[in-house]
């Protein structure tokens, strides 16, 4: 299967373009001339939530932009507005539900093949939750979830972060272990992975990382892998709060290891992203990044 690569739309959306968001339009117009065969939506304003395009004709008349650019979206992010399935209040819970199957219509809408999915919570877990409790909540919600977007023909996958709860290699693995369903994955962020299995941030302890880290983390998720991210990591934290997006070759990840790692886990889907998330300049190193992931796909066999 040949490799399709598409990148986040988050980096035109967030952090120093939060103020003035690319429009929608220019990204799609630059995305298209890079080559990208996709892009991965964030359900934020302006760009791609489901209040923005709230009907069917305003979700195909996005979807027939971006096809007459020769584009897919290659996923999408749901934005829960804080609702925690953790939470000690079950209408949090419920408002968790609704906006999850919210975001899953606009998925089959728009013919996005997987949704993602966090925790919502900083580490260690809201006030006045037990870990037990909030452990037990996610894996009962993730499995309804799943099996809701099953029917709907979509997967979701949860992207770890050591911004997020549950952020320990060992929990991650766990987690999908236990959830246990076939329509939900990991998807599985280079820079994430690195801080959570060679960096160990914002884990409470004991510290949970591995010697092989993130190369070592992928085979410890082998066969639940479902999507990939790919940006490089320089050991910090953006704000203090999640992994930092360096740009590629700004960083410590072996790339060429980390790819034949994830590739000898069983990934399948012909998906690469390259997720430049609140990168100050995501805008003016677009073009460089798309070449190396491009050459690093090559190398591997994969374009």
Not at 159 to 172: D, L, Q, S, Y
Not at 216 to 233: F, N, P, W
Request: aromatic fraction near 10%; proline fraction near 5%.
């Amino acid at each position: 299967m040949s490799a399709r690569v598409s990148v986040g739309n988050s980096a035109f959306l967030l952090g120093a373009y939060a103020s003035k968001p690319v429009p929608m339009e220019k990204v799609i117009e630059r995305v298209h001339e890079l080559g990208f065969q996709g892009l991965e939506l964030l359900g934020f304003a302006p760009h791609g939530d489901p209040d923005t395009f709230a009907s069917r004709s305003d979700r195909k008349r996005l979807l027939r932009q971006l096809k007459d650019h020769g584009l897919s979206i290659s996923n999408y992010g749901a934005d829960f507005k804080g609702k925690s399935p953790a939470s000690n209040d079950p209408n949090d819970r419920r408002e968790y539900m609704s906006l999850f199957e919210k975001n899953l219509r606009f998925c089959v809408d728009c013919e996005v093949p997987s949704i993602r999915v966090d925790t919502v919570d900083e580490p260690p877990l809201r006030a006045g939750v037990t870990y037990s409790d909030a452990w037990k909540r996610f894996v009962e919600t993730w499995q309804s979830c799943a099996e809701k977007a099953r029917i709907e023909g979509v997967l979701v996958v949860w992207e770890f972060e050591p911004g997020f709860a549950f952020n320990k290699p060992h929990e991650i693995a766990k987690m999908v272990k236990e959830i246990s369903h076939t329509n939900f994955k990991i998807l599985f962020d280079s820079c994430h992975a690195h801080m959570c299995s060679s960096v160990g941030a914002r884990q409470n302890e004991p510290i949970d990382t591995l010697p092989g880290g993130e190369s070592e983390l992928a085979q410890l998720l082998r066969g639940t892998i479902g999507y990939v991210h790919l940006i490089d990591s320089d050991n910090t934290l953006h704000d203090g709060w999640t992994s930092t997006h360096a740009p590629f070759g700004k960083g410590f990840i072996d790339f060429e290891a980390l790819v034949e790692s994830i590739i000898s886990t069983g990934y399948r889907d012909d998906w690469w992203t390259i997720d430049l998330c609140f990168w100050p300049t995501a805008w003016d190193i677009l073009k460089e990044s798309k070449q190396f992931m491009d050459s690093l796909l090559r190398r591997h066999g994969l374009l």
